[in-house]
T-cell receptor, first 116, second 111 residues
């Protein structure tokens, strides 16, 4: 299957700082990528849909000024958590939609964010 | 918002036994997908079944879909300890591509 990478895999930061997470599709082009958030022992919650060359579409309740998404190329989307606070600590997972075939989404390995 | 509900929430079986997980959803779908997640890791795509399909097989996996009941099941035959993970169903609506995940089933397979 297709490969999606995320970087970094873990990050610990101080409250008030900003953190950027990268999501890359390594062997296919993805016009659409998705960002999810997962709390311990819970399911994935869709945060936003990232479209190459246009603005992201945010789910209800997700602050777009807090979670900045940029999808500048067909293989890279970034999520920046601005002015992070402890309640932003979570597991962030991206996925990229492979437009070939049935449009399967392939997931990155996730990024564990801990805000002190 | 969360679409699917899996049951059971947790399942514990012994190696060699079959594991069945169920998923229900609420709205119309384009397709339904099952994913596996090992603790603290990303998701691995297992199988996709389209809304016009009723059953699909992939190795030891068998998925069924009943659109009239808005439900799906995932059967893992001859389970192995390595199958221990959380399993999620996810639906895709006809109007978009985003996945709506269920709450997941935590499967424990003991040797």
């Amino acid at each position: 299957g297709a490969v999606v990478s995320q970087h970094p895999s873990r990050v610990i930061c101080k409250s008030g700082t900003s953190v950027k997470i990268e999501c890359r599709s390594l062997d296919f082009q993805a016009t659409t990528m998705f960002w999810y958030r997962q709390f311990p022992k819970q399911s994935l919650m869709l945060m936003a849909t990232s479209n190459e060359g246009s603005k992201a579409t945010y789910e209800q309740g997700v602050e777009k000024d807090k979670f900045l998404i940029n999808h500048a190329s067909l293989t890279l989307s970034t999520l920046t958590v601005t002015s992070a606070h402890p309640e932003d600590s979570s597991f962030y997972i991206c996925s990229a939609r492979d437009t070939r075939g049935e449009g399967t989404q392939y997931f990155g390995p996730g990024t564990r964010l801990t805000v002190l | 918002s969360q679409q699917g509900e899996e049951d059971p929430q947790a399942l514990s079986i012994q190696e060699g036994e079959n594991a069945t997980m169920n998923c229900s959803y609420k709205t119309s779908i384009n397709n339904l997908q099952w994913y596996r997640q090992n603790s603290g890791r990303g998701l691995v795509h297992l199988i996709l079944i389209r809304s016009n399909e009723r059953e699909k097989h992939s190795g030891r996996l068998r998925v069924t879909l009943d659109t009239s009941k808005k439900s799906s099941s995932l059967l893992i035959t001859a389970s192995r300890a390595a199958d221990t993970a959380s399993y999620f169903c996810a639906t895709v609506s006809p109007s978009g591509y985003a996945l709506n995940f269920g709450k997941g089933t935590s499967l424990l397979v003991t040797p």
